[in-house]
């Protein structure tokens, strides 16, 4: 992501050219986030709970990888803690990677805690240990 000089999902998002929204997700589902493309427009859909929780980074860094690595594919793909397939794990590594380098970029150091990466970006605590 070097060439974004940046590990914010949402100034990349920005520069990518990608639509963010904050929606809200019905109740019975359980989704955090969700990445869809339409008519050629990629938007990242973000549960309206989210806006003003730390956890929005993490949900936005894993939509955003879906855009990068999946926008060949005509389909949408949210996030969930239920989901397991390899392409949801992919952009959970990938998200929380990202978090722990912006969390490098704007503190100057590695977190010293799982719970640093969780409190500040919402990086569940199973996937911030593998980090750590």
């Known amino acids: 992501m070097s060439e974004y000089k940046t590990m914010d999902p949402f100034k990349i998002i920005e520069m990518k050219g990608i639509e963010l929204e904050y929606s809200p997700f019905k109740s019975e589902n ?15 859909y973000l ?6 929780s730390p956890e929005k980074y993490f949900v936005a860094a894993h939509e955003l990888h879906h855009a990068l690595e999946h926008d060949e594919i005509s389909s949408y793909y949210t996030l969930n803690y239920l989901s397991r397939s390899k392409m949801e794990q992919e952009a959970n590594k990938f998200a929380a990677v990202m978090c722990m380098n912006l969390y490098i970029e704007e503190q ?18 199973e ?3 593998i980090l750590l």
């Open 30 to 44: 359980r989704s955090l986030g969700l990445y869809m493309k339409s008519f050629d427009t990629p938007t990242i």
């Open 47 to 52: 549960k309206a709970d989210l806006e003003d």
């Open 108 to 125: 100057g150091k590695l977190p010293e805690t799982t719970i640093e990466l969780l409190n500040e970006y919402g990086v569940p605590l």
């Open 127 to 129: 996937l911030s240990e």
